[in-house]
Nanobody
Framework: VQLVESGGGLVQAGESLRVSCEAS????????IGWFRQAPGKERERVAV????????FYSDSVQSRFSVSIDKAKSTAYLQMDGLSTDDTAIYYC????????????????????????WGQGTQVTVSS
């Protein structure tokens, strides 16, 4: 399985950005894609997750009202729409894949742990200037 992120860049505070995660090299129908980020000098943290089977989503408290995730199964691509960006959102953004159909209540517990994910992308840099 390969995951390739794209769409990162430099934006000003208050602006929006959408990053993409294209998955390839697999044949399974249902999966979940999570988004994580790592800011300079900090540990990687979870951002959001989406299930491809039913569109169930979960978000971290820090992005709940500003970010949204979506998925295009036909393109095997997930998107992270980021609105109202602040300098605190500056980080490398990674997507990761859970390669089985995870029921919603289970996904609610699994998505927070990096160990739950089977494949990771290389990341895309998002920089927010003040």
């Amino acid at each position: 399985v390969q995951l390739v992120e794209s769409g990162g860049g430099l934006v000003q505070a208050g602006e929006s950005l959408r990053v993409s995660c294209e998955a390839s090299g697999f044949t399974f129908e249902d999966y979940a894609i999570g988004w994580f980020r790592q800011a300079p000098g900090k540990e990687r943290e979870r951002v959001a997750v989406i299930s491809s089977s039913d569109g169930t989503t979960f978000y971290s408290d820090s992005v709940q009202s500003r970010f949204s995730v979506s998925i295009d199964k036909a393109k095997s691509t997930a998107y992270l729409q980021m609105d109202g960006l602040s300098t605190d959102d500056t980080a490398i953004y990674y997507c990761a894949l859970i390669d089985w159909q995870v029921p919603g209540p289970v996904l609610a517990r699994l998505w927070v742990s990096e160990a739950s994910y089977d494949s990771w992308g290389q990341g895309t840099q998002v920089t927010v200037s003040s």
